[in-house]
């Protein structure tokens, strides 16, 4: 009786941290949708709460072929530089590649499991595990999160491997949402490029030098008016170049053929 309260204290207990930590990595990810904001504090958490150590996110280095340590909680900058993982190679790189959670019991015994980014030096005595899962973004394996698991614990393996899958679809709605972000910033880029370009050309048109956004949107509006038959009336002071906005509206206008008066 005495055995069984305590496992269902224990079993209490890790709820609580857990329903904890979910709360937490959600008003993160309210807080704004860049992964780098919010990453690191993740995984901070997932060290913190529920004792799963040096997290790591592994993304597509955007300098080479292969994948690196993007983000990670626990890690020197020596670690993360040396965390970097070619499709298939090692168990990172074998999630990355097959798009499956891997479980190494005891990384010692494990050949295919590098040791790559941390010493073993540097990690518990005794058996210690890593688990690695996959990130997808619409179907396509993005990435993996790893961490390293002490195994002699109360808290069951399971546990831990939800958490890690509802931290791994968060960070992929993260990614998801940044690039569908970044798609349509780029688009808005493009369409701005072409507007400028549209007036620059205008600008050499009608012998006007500038590129201030008051200079622009004077431009804009001779171009609006310049099919009206209405007069149009110019004001400002002597030397701000008037004549040149009247010669611009004279050269947008259907009477651009006829003299200028």
């Not at 205008?202 to 008051?214: D, L």
């Amino acid at each position: 009786m005495e055995e069984r309260a305590s496992n269902a204290t224990s079993s209490t207990y890790w709820r609580t941290q857990e329903m904890f930590l979910i709360q937490e990595v959600m008003n993160l990810v309210g807080k704004g949708l860049h992964l780098d904001q919010v990453a690191r504090e993740m995984l901070h958490l997932l060290s913190e709460i529920v004792g799963l150590n040096r997290g790591r996110i592994v993304l597509k280095d955007p300098d080479g072929a292969g994948y690196r340590i993007a983000h990670s909680y626990g890690l020197t900058r020596e670690e993360v530089a040396r965390g970097r993982y070619a499709p298939g190679e090692g168990i990172t790189g074998r999630v990355i590649q097959d798009g499956h959670l891997v479980i190494v019991q005891d990384i010692d015994n494990d050949p295919v499991f590098l040791g790559r980014a941390v010493e073993r030096a540097r990690l518990p005595r005794g058996a210690v595990s890593f688990l690695a899962l996959p990130i997808r973004v619409e179907q396509r394996t993005v990435g993996a999160i790893a961490c390293h698991r002490i195994r002699h614990r109360e808290r069951p393996l399971s546990d831990d491997l939800t958490l890690l899958r509802i931290i791994a679809t968060m960070v992929s709605q993260l990614l998801t949402l940044n690039e569908r972000v970044e798609r349509k910033t780029r688009a808005l880029e493009e369409h701005n490029d072409m507007l400028a370009r549209e007036l620059r050309i205008k600008r050499a048109r009608y012998g006007i030098i500038g590129t201030s956004p008051a200079l622009l949107r004077a431009l804009v509006q001779v171009e609006k008016v310049a099919d009206a038959t209405a007069s149009v009336l110019l004001l400002g002071e002597s030397g701000t170049g008037k004549e040149l906005f009247a010669r611009a509206l004279h050269l947008a206008s259907p009477r651009r053929d006829r003299p200028f008066v």
